[in-house]
């Protein structure tokens, strides 16, 4: 089983439409967890951290079960500049472990 | 700005030949370094950790031999890559962590291709 798991999509979404990622984990000792956003030949960076509580940037809403070790991404409105991978990435104790991501495409 | 510097962004080579790659924290020290590798449509796969002045821990199934890094400076990381075979061509990133907040920084990537 792959640390971190996720949908590879692709989703295709119209602009405006709200897409949600969910994301999980076989670590149950991971400390940290983050959303990425990859854009094509690009390297990473990083959307938002995401904490137990759950936390909103903007559009995005980012949540965080530690019982199921389940995380998730809620993009609201999407725009086309949305458009790209969005990867799960969760932290042990020193190093970042990638999910393969979810590769988004918001068209006109 | 990147904090982060990679270099090449971009490079070809022969196969059978040696490539260097660099990762250099701009303005803070980086007392952790990690490389990664990307093959296409698939996600970034830690190679190697590296800590300035000792020896980097490599993940299992790569080749130390092959990919050798120094870590010789807090600000200075690099990466070669012996003896290239095509199957080695991919995308390579550092990632550093240091600076205010301990915060992972990435490079901006370098796209290998062994002809």
């Known amino acids: 089983r792959k640390e971190v798991e996720q949908d590879p999509g692709p989703f295709n979404v119209p602009e405006g439409a709200t897409v949600a990622f969910n994301c999980t984990y076989s670590?149950?000792?991971?400390?940290?967890f983050f959303w990425y956003r990859q854009d094509c030949r690009k390297e990473p960076k990083l959307l938002m951290s995401v904490y137990s509580s759950g936390n909103e940037d903007g559009r995005f809403t980012a949540q965080l079960n530690r019982a199921s070790q389940y995380i998730s991404l809620l993009i609201r409105d999407s725009k086309l500049s949305d458009s790209a991978t969005y990867l799960c990435v969760v932290r042990g104790t020193d190093k970042l472990i990638f999910g393969t991501g979810t590769r988004l495409q918001v068209f006109p | 700005g990147a904090v982060v510097s990679q270099h090449p962004s971009r490079v070809i080579c022969k196969s059978g030949t040696s490539v260097k790659i660099e990762c250099r924290s701009l303005?803070?020290?980086?007392?952790?370094m990690f490389w990664y590798r990307q093959f296409p449509k698939q996600s970034l796969m830690l190679m190697a950790t590296?800590?300035?002045?000792?020896?980097?821990?490599?993940e299992q199934g790569v080749e130390k031999d092959k990919f050798l890094i120094n870590h010789a400076s807090l600000t200075l990381s690099t990466l070669t890559v012996t003896s290239a075979h095509p199957e080695d061509s991919s995308f390579y990133i550092c990632s550093a962590r240091g600076g205010e907040g301990n915060t992972i920084y990435f490079g901006e990537g370098s796209w290998l291709t062994v002809v």
């Open positions: 590296s800590n300035e002045g000792s020896k980097a821990t490599y």
């Open positions: 303005d803070f020290q980086a007392t952790t």
């Open positions: 670590n149950s000792a991971s400390q940290s």
